[in-house]
């Protein structure tokens, strides 16, 4: 199930905040835990049910290892080793194993055979919130939960699919606060804005940006200099509203149950430095490499080359962990080695000046992170240096045909001389990358809900947002981070 759904926002969120808060009314609290993750299921398995089986093997494979040590049957040390074999063993059994094999037959010349293995959705995510949990454990830093509990924090519906990557100190401490279940008027506020703002990022900017980014990597043996720049800097926003509108989405979600998610973007385009952008985009999967590889591994304790190794390592497993693929490794690997050269050889610019090349940077490291191969790769590098071909105007005639521009396109057509207007099109694409930016550069979802108490501009902003995008839903998409 979507966010960006009618099924969802007019049929599930209404009937699982009814169910929430009517159980919680009546002080039937662990009936309450048990409906949320019942609809938490229901959410999950809509899109496909056969998910089902396998999400629940593994909460329980987990509660079952934490119980062992709860009752003393392991030590706390085996308990993490298990803890790691089993979530590691499942995610590269369903995310990895075909592309390690692959390499396997392609390097000593063997035929084994590919499982061509459909990669269950969130994955990557609810196995590393359960890693968290388990290594925790092992360290003695978390409490053993009853089943119920526990399964309502792994399979919590707002952060289920894509993430925040949520730690479980944060999640049951407000869960278990059973007197904090009552219905807050300001808290639902919070989160129906934070909701609508993500929705409008998602439906009216994401999808429509999403027109030009496809247009240019199916056809990137086309595209000359100035077409490659406007798809290039289409996906930088694309990427960017797509993945924190829905982190905004689930955000608000969660503050209309009652449960403070973590911040996962923090404006990481208005960076100076690579370095700080990292400290801004995708923030709790930053916090788990930190807390989980970067420390681990020695952290900045053990002298300047094994900081910078660390720092390595940390991007070479983030690329990995966005898709098994030589993409992404190639991405890891160069946003690594740019990351570690920012550490040796910091460069003091201006502001703006370090905005500018930090977004320039981040847009071509792109490339690979969206290219199907490395060879499109390489080839819509190439593209970037063929100058003018004339294929502006043909890409944006035909990306720029979409029903939102169908009655200025009309007039403009009737306005100017014949052939002119197709540079209209042109002139459209522009527009809509500018307001892309604009966005951008305006304050974030989690200012505007927690900072601007404006509610005379803010309540009618937010019922456009909302009525617009309710209207576009008919052409619904799924999240670009659904695939990871």
């Keep these: 199930m979507l966010f960006n759904s009618y099924i969802f926002i007019f049929l599930f969120l209404p009937l699982t905040l009814l169910g929430w808060y009517g159980l919680n009314k009546v002080r039937a609290y662990k009936a309450a835990g048990l409906f949320l993750t019942g609809m938490s299921l229901w959410f999950y398995g809509y899109f496909n049910v056969s998910y089902l089986a396998l999400i629940l093997a593994s909460i329980l494979a987990n509660y079952l290892i934490s119980l062992a040590l709860e009752k003393g049957l392991i030590h706390r040390y085996t308990e993490m080793g298990l803890g790691v074999l089993v979530n590691l063993g499942l995610l590269f059994y369903y995310k990895y194993y075909d592309f390690f094999v692959s390499n396997i037959n392609a390097v000593f010349k063997t035929d084994y055979n590919l499982k061509h293995i459909l990669l269950p959705l969130g994955i990557s995510f609810f196995t590393f919130q359960q890693l968290s949990y388990m290594i925790d454990r092992g360290r003695g830093e978390a409490d053993h939960y009853g089943l119920i509990d526990y399964m309502a924090y792994v399979t919590f519906f707002p952060q289920l699919i894509a993430g925040p990557i949520v730690l479980h100190t944060e999640f049951m401490s407000q869960f278990k606060d059973y007197e904090s279940r009552e219905f807050n008027a300001d808290m639902m506020y919070e989160g129906v804005i934070s909701f609508v703002i993500g929705l409008g990022k998602k439906v009216l900017l994401a999808d429509t940006l999403a027109i030009v980014v496809n247009y240019g990597f199916d056809n990137y043996l086309m595209l000359d200099t100035f077409s490659t720049v406007a798809v290039m800097t289409a996906y930088l926003m694309e990427l960017y509203f797509d993945f924190s509108g829905y982190s905004d989405m689930a955000i608000g979600l969660g503050l209309m149950f009652g449960i403070r998610l973590p911040i996962n973007f923090d404006s990481p385009y208005k960076s100076a430095t690579l370095k700080e952008l990292w400290t801004r985009w995708h923030m709790t999967l930053t916090r788990f490499m930190t807390k989980y590889v970067y420390i681990p591994l020695g952290g900045s304790r053990k002298g300047k080359i094994r900081t910078l190794i660390n720092v390595f390592v940390v991007f070479l497993l983030s690329g990995l962990w966005h898709g098994a693929a030589w993409t992404y490794v190639v991405w890891g690997i160069a946003t690594g080695i740019i990351v570690v050269w920012d550490n040796i050889n910091p460069i003091k610019l201006p502001k703006y000046i370090g905005i500018l090349l930090t977004d320039i940077t981040f847009t071509l490291l792109l490339i690979p992170f969206r290219s199907e191969n490395l060879m499109v790769a390489g080839c819509i590098f190439m593209d970037l240096i063929k100058g003018w071909t004339g294929n502006l105007p043909k890409m944006a005639g035909t990306v720029m045909n979409m029903p939102e521009l169908y009655i200025p396109a009309q007039i403009t057509e009737r306005m100017l001389p014949e052939g002119s207007a197709v540079y209209m099109n042109v002139i459209w694409l522009i527009v809509l990358l500018a307001i892309g930016l604009f966005v951008l550069t305006r304050a ?41």
């Design 444 to 484: 974030n979802a989690t200012y505007i809900r927690t900072q601007c108490r404006n509610r005379r501009f803010i309540i009618p902003f937010i019922a456009i947002v909302f009525a617009y995008s309710v209207i576009s839903l008919s052409q619904v998409s799924t999240f670009i981070y659904f695939n990871f």
